[in-house]
């Protein structure tokens, strides 16, 4: 890795067959208590080095950074990692940049419709929410799921009902609307009906949003919200909401958020069998996750990535896609940011 993360942690760059990852070696700090950590990703997809104009880097990686800091500054004042997960997702749902929140992209029929989860290391207690139009930050809807009912999944007008009693904040659907996703939607029911075809686009950019956490206590935790897959139909849900799938955190293994081709998380498990395989094969996170990603994933046809931290601190963020928005922030060190597939963070 570069000079930046190098202060906490030996850096590796892993190139294969043009699949790429970044992951880091011991991360314990000298008196063996393993680091404050916040790892954040905001999609992955088509985004080879050009796509995006230096102006819009920059807006990328400030708002990435912004997240980072966010949930560090929770996990450095005492709090808990489900916290932090929940800080960092909160200001990525609020920037109109990616797929999450504000600036989510619009179904087939020009809405709207977020997925979220989250899920506590410690005590494996979980909660998510699919199909909400008018919550204006879904990782909130999906913590109270997890710590103010006895359920795992509300979806809806359901989920929308019990936000209510929790109080949670209330926008009008056009909130979530931004011109640039507008604009895709023309562009691509345009292209649909000249075409006749209603099969998206198999390479594209995925800008689900995520954030995993190691606190204090030395518990993980995991969250991840999105807007779900451009044009979709008939009250499709991906694998964000769906724990084990795009979300998974257990202290006896790891913490994972997902982004990608959603079905294929789906079936293939991705977050839970990363964790299963450091649990049960007694591989290290970085292992992992490389087989899950670059073999499973890569060889079922499926593509994306994940972000994933152990509970001594080490992490790997890995991805068979051109790119993926990701940053880590640990200990002692500044926030470090990237989007492109060559390593630099």
Known sequence: MVAGIKRCVTGILVVAF???????AA???????PPLTVLVHGGAGAMEEGRYTPEEERAFKAALVAALDAGYAV???????????????????????????????????GDNELDAS???????NTGAIAGVTRVKN????????????????????????FAKT??????????????????????????????????????EKYGTVGAV??????????????????????????????????TYADNASCAVSSTG????????????????QVEYAGKDVAAAARDVIHNRLQSAGGNGGVIVLGPDGTFTMQFNSKGMFRGVKQADSSAEVAIYGDGAM
Not at 28 to 33: A, I
Not at 261 to 276: H, K, M, N, P, S
Request: one cysteine or more; a negative charge; hydrophobic letters at 40%.
């Open 18 to 24: 043009g699949l790429i990852g970044i992951e880091s």
């Open 27 to 33: 991360a314990q700090s000298s008196d063996n208590v």
């Open 75 to 109: 996990l450095e004042t005492g709090g808990s990692a489900v916290e932090a997960v929940e800080a960092a997702i909160i200001i990525l749902e609020d920037s109109p940049l990616f797929n999450a929140g504000r600036g989510a992209v619009f179904t087939r029929d």
């Open 118 to 124: 989250i899920m506590d290391g410690a005590t494996l």
């Open 138 to 161: 879904p990782v909130k809807l999906a913590r109270a799921v997890m710590e103010k009912s006895e359920h795992v999944m509300f979806i809806g007008d359901g989920a929308e009902k």
């Open 166 to 203: 929790q109080e949670l904040e209330f926008v009008p659907r056009k909130y979530f609307k931004t011109e640039h996703r507008w604009q895709q939607f023309k562009d691509r029911l345009a292209a649909e009906k000249k075409s006749k075809q209603t099969q998206r686009a198999r390479e």
């Open 213 to 246: 956490a190691l606190d204090a206590e030395g518990n993980l935790a995991a969250a991840t919200s999105t807007g779900g897959m451009m044009m979709k139909r008939y009250g499709r849900v991906g694998d964000v909401p769906i724990i084990g799938a795009g």
């Open 261 to 276: 081709w959603g079905e294929y998380f789906i079936r293939l498990t991705v977050a839970r069998d990363i964790c299963a």
